[in-house]
């Protein structure tokens, strides 16, 4: 399973087990109330002050991520379902194993923020997807558009092949779900559309414009 995996192979396991915990939406006392544990041990695990988890541990751990979420109405498995659906034509979606603050994120790619400066500092994000705009807006099924999302909504949205920002600000805006940021690869400040501006102000989306390679991006953000 992902998840276990990804908690296993994880230099820092603790902070990977956090990420799950939020993403999920489980509180630590929520999280140790179900399994039976002290509130302290959880924090123990996610602070690296335990012995790193073995086999039994990842798996009790995993298995109350999913119970809960199902006794909260299954949103998260839902998703988990829905990422099966062949998506890749369209876009990459790329979970990272801990939360960067969005000041951080546009530091790795060199990104210049055009709208709602004010939030960058005190948003975190999970992930982010590399979107084909032309084809995610042209040829993508509406069905697989909850599917950009991956694991978790708070992630950056990066769109390639803009040429003013207008399109993907008009798609966001009539989605019900809203990413932390979006950010329009290789683009001037001064080429962006006035409208997808206004939307980004009215939506609270952070807006970034960024002209470094998309390989030196990956690169940066993949490390994560």
Known sequence: MEIAGEIALSEDPGATMRKWREIFNISQIEFAKFLGITVSTISDYEGNRRKSPGAQVIRRFVNALFEIDQMKGGTITQKFREKEKPVNEYFEVHEFARSISLKDFVGLIGGKIITNADMIESKKVYGYT???????????????????????????????????????????????????????????????????????????????????????????????
């Open 130 to 224: 590399l979107i084909d705009s032309i084809k995610v807006i042209l040829d993508m099924p509406f069905s697989y558009f909850q599917n950009l999302y991956g694991n978790v909504n708070e992630r950056v949205f990066i769109f390639t092949g803009v040429s003013t920002g207008r399109s993907p600000f008009v798609v966001v805006r009539v989605s019900p779900t809203k990413p932390s940021a979006i950010v329009l690869h290789n683009i001037s400040p001064e080429k962006v559309d006035k409208l997808a501006v206004k939307i980004s102000d009215r939506e609270r989306i952070p807006m970034i414009v960024t002209k470094k390679s998309i390989e030196n991006i990956k690169d940066a953000l993949n490390r994560i």
